[in-house]
Each structure stands twice: as structure tokens, then as C-alpha cells.
């Protein structure tokens, strides 16, 4: 059983919009927050989204008020909006989910904006 799988990357044009999904498999038990990160080639990772299952959010600085994540608890799945897109949000997004003991990550789903 894959531990999270992605979906929703694609190419869109700037301005444009798309919404990844991260579906955590139900044998992963107690999680406490998911995120997405995002890496561009020749760059860091760095952390996009965060939500906990409580509900509390946090935002890349650049991304705030384009970008808007979600999750539904009962189907173990985080959401990630993205709204008025831009080229430097080209990049690998990956799907994060921590446990108390572990972290689990997706495999990736590419992201590209065309100017």
C-alpha cells in the first residue's frame, strides 16, 4: 500500500490555476499535520502549505492569498488550491504527512507555469 499518493500537477499558464490532492492510505494512523513542499531543479525545498488536523495553517510567504490548503479528515486527504499561478511556482510538489513517529512523503507531482 502506497503511504500517500498525489495527483492534480500539470502545465497552465501564468494566472492560471490547478488543485493537488494527497490521499493518506488508512493504515496511517495519528496524524497530526500534512504539507505541501515544493523543489524546483537546482533549488531547495521548501515548505509551501502546512495544515494540522486541528485545522491550523501556515503559508509560504509568497504563496499567501493565492494558495489556499484543505483537508478532509474522514478520507485522510490534503488539498492544495492554487490560485493566479505563477513561473517561479514552477516546480516537484510533494505531499508531507507527520506522525508523531514518522513522516511519510509522496512521490511527487510535477508543476509548471508557462509564461
Known amino acids: 500500500q502506497v503511504p500517500l499518493v498525489e495527483s492534480g500537477g500539470g502545465l497552465v499558464q501564468a494566472g492560471g490555476s490547478l488543485r493537488l490532492s494527497c490521499a493518506a492510505a488508512?493504515?496511517?494512523?495519528?496524524?497530526?499535520?500534512m504539507a505541501w513542499y515544493r523543489q524546483a531543479p537546482g533549488k531547495q525545498r521548501e515548505l509551501v502549505a502546512a495544515i494540522t488536523s486541528g485545522g491550523s495553517m501556515n503559508y509560504l510567504e509568497s504563496v499567501k492569498g493565492r494558495f489556499t490548503i484543505s483537508r478532509d479528515n474522514a478520507k485522510n486527504t490534503v488539498y492544495l488550491q492554487m490560485n493566479s499561478l505563477k513561473p517561479e511556482d514552477t516546480a516537484v510538489y510533494y505531499c508531507?504527512?507527520?506522525?508523531?513517529?514518522?513522516?511519510?512523503w509522496g512521490q511527487g507531482t510535477q508543476v509548471t507555469v508557462s509564461s
Open positions: 508531507n504527512a507527520r506522525t508523531p513517529k514518522i513522516a511519510y
Open positions: 488508512g493504515s496511517i494512523f495519528s496524524i497530526n499535520a
